[in-house]
């Protein structure tokens, strides 16, 4: 299997773009243009965005908006999954990590020009490490949160959006793992075994560390394997989550 890290400023300052980074708010953006750009729907921004796209806003959900209180103050990163819900509806979801709040958004984004806070976790409830959620990924049932402050991976049950729930994290030198200000992950299965692939950075050499944590099981995440790459400078490596890394193989 080959690993290659590839960051790309453009993609992520779009990203950040369409979270609204500046308002704390969430966009719904309908995308059209000669080379409208069209997010993944696991594990890469929703509305990122390439040259010559023409986005609209349709809807917005902001800091603080629903009955309980939607968390997107300094929202970082977003991922936008498919899933059913508990009546086999097809429905559409919005992850959103809130740096300022420390917590994890769910937002049901079916309907982009209404978008409805769902549930939320912030950090410390029940356990969970989520000082400063960098990135998310989703896969199944669970969310993988890299936290920048933690040094952490957090592994969240989303089995049910309104009601996220702490199953287990992975902390810096835990196991021998490296996960010292974790930026990005992405997770994907290999020869049957669930992988999480996390970037993280060495400050004092001023490397980037791609650590793999085992998550077949979500409730013990074990380190895997571990290489340095690279360098970074202190303008771009910022500026990773999540479509830092490309698994090939």
């Not at 950090?123 to 896969?139: D, F, I, K, M, R």
């Not at 030198?173 to 930026?183: K, T, W």
């Amino acid at each position: 299997m080959k690993i290659l890290f590839k960051i790309n400023s453009l993609q992520i300052k779009a990203a950040f773009l369409a979270l609204g980074l500046a308002s704390s708010a969430l966009l719904g953006q309908s995308v059209s243009g000669p080379k409208a750009g069209v997010a993944n729907p696991v594990n890469s921004p929703a509305g990122v965005l390439t040259p010559g796209t023409n986005p609209t806003p349709v809807g917005v959900l902001v800091d603080g908006a629903g009955s309980r209180g939607a968390l997107l103050r300094d929202p970082g990163s977003i991922t936008v999954v498919r899933a059913r819900d508990r009546n086999n509806v097809d429905r559409k979801y919005a992850y959103v990590t809130s740096l300022a709040n420390n917590a994890l958004e769910i937002v049901d984004v079916t309907d982009s020009a209404d978008p409805k806070h769902l549930g939320s976790i912030s950090h410390g409830w029940n356990g969970a490490s989520l000082s400063e959620p960098t990135c998310v990924a989703v896969e199944g049932s669970y969310a993988y949160v890299t936290s920048r402050h933690g040094s952490s991976l957090e592994i969240i049950d989303v089995s049910d959006p309104t009601k996220p729930a702490h199953k287990s994290s992975l902390r810096h030198r835990e196991d021998g793992a490296s996960l010292n200000h974790p930026l990005s992950v992405v997770v994907a299965t290999k020869n049957g075994r669930k992988y999480a692939y996390v970037v993280s950075v060495v400050y004092l050499t001023k490397q980037y560390v791609l650590e793999i944590v085992d998550v077949s099981d979500p409730g013990n995440p074990v380190h895997h394997g571990k290489v340095s790459y690279g360098s970074f400078t202190e303008s771009d490596y910022i500026e990773i989550c999540p479509g830092s890394i490309r698994i090939v193989g």
